[in-house]
């Protein structure tokens, strides 16, 4: 896979997660401030009983970033 496109399957994979966070929030009646999804995106990834991909790993890890936080 070249560069260009695992960026844009990384970014991709980014926006699931960071899609389904807010929803998840959203049906929860919680508002999704950015400090609150890259909070859950951490605990999220803080939980290594899930199998993730690597892909899904490294764009959990880039959200995070992202929102300004570190991993």
Known sequence: MDK???????????????GKVVLEMRD?????????????????????KIKRSPLTSEAMEHVIEALGYEV
């Open 28 to 48: 929860l009646g919680q508002e999704p401030e950015h400090i609150v999804i890259a909070g859950v995106v951490r605990t999220m990834l803080a939980n290594h």
């Open 4 to 18: 260009k496109a695992k960026d844009e399957a990384l970014y991709q994979e980014m926006c699931r997660v960071v």
